[in-house]
T-cell receptor, first 111, second 112 residues
Framework: KQEVTQIPAALSVPEGENLVLNCSFT??????LQWFRQDPGKGLTSLLL?????REQTSGRLNASLDKSSGRSTLYIAASQPGDSATYLC??????????FGSGTRLSIRP | SQTIHQWPATLVQPVGSPLSLECTVE??????LYWYRQAAGRGLQLLFY??????ISSEVPQNLSASRPQDRQFILSSKKLLLSDSGFYLC???????????FGPGTRLTVL
């Protein structure tokens, strides 16, 4: 059974710092992995999708990596800004139709 | 461009009352559609998904049901709500299975 873990549950850093969010999964046989952000009381915004054949994806200040053999993905945020404050969720597609979410990392960027 | 709508945005219902939440997608044809629930302090749980009109797959046994009467319309229903049905309900769509999913704004349901 696929399990997805995100540690830490919460993180607070000063503005301008580079930071890394972690996501680990127990079954390396995945289709894709997707990172989302969720603002309080809102839906999910897709940030990056990494296909199983890829090792990383980049969008602006965001870079996501995938290491299937070790069951890990990281989301790197460069030059953090207060607007980056949100909960970040990773989701693993463990089959064509089943997606398992981590419980998220609540990120707070201090001005 | 594609957009996804959900309504209502918030809903407060008494225990035992019926429920109908609606999700519609614009700008695409034959999308895969999904219903998720996010309970307070817990992660997202996939409830139902649909690959076409009238085709519904349930991920977990529960007090809820889903229907897809039209290509871009997905409805979540219940005949009698339970307290445990409270939560944040999210609809999502994707072009194909295991492809990038896009989420709607959600419906916050409180059952009293």
């Amino acid at each position: 059974k696929q399990e997805v873990t995100q540690i830490p549950a919460a993180l607070s850093v000063p503005e301008g710092e580079n930071l890394v969010l972690n996501c680990s999964f127990t079954d390396s046989a995945i289709y894709n992995l997707q990172w989302f952000r969720q603002d309080p009381g809102k839906g999910l915004t897709s940030l990056l999708l990494i296909q199983s054949s890829q090792r990383e994806q980049t969008s602006g200040r965001l870079n996501a990596s995938l290491d299937k053999s070790s069951g890990r993905s990281t989301l790197y945020i460069a030059a953090s800004q207060p607007g980056d404050s949100a909960t970040y969720l990773c989701a693993v597609y463990s089959s064509a139709s089943k997606i398992i979410f981590g419980s998220g990392t609540r990120l707070s960027i201090r001005p | 461009s594609q957009t996804i709508h959900q309504w209502p945005a918030t809903l407060v219902q008494p225990v035992g009352s019926p429920l109908s939440l609606e999700c519609t997608v614009e700008g695409t044809s034959n999308p895969n559609l999904y219903w998720y629930r996010q309970a307070a302090g817990r992660g997202l749980q996939l409830l139902f998904y649909s690959v076409g009109i009238g085709q519904i797959s349930s991920e977990v046994p529960q007090n809820l049901s889903a229907s897809r009467p039209q290509d871009r319309q997905f409805i979540l229903s219940s005949k009698k709500l339970l307290l445990s049905d409270s939560g944040f309900y999210l609809c999502a769509w994707s072009v194909q299975e295991a492809n990038e999913q896009f989420f709607g704004p959600g419906t916050r349901l409180t059952v009293l």
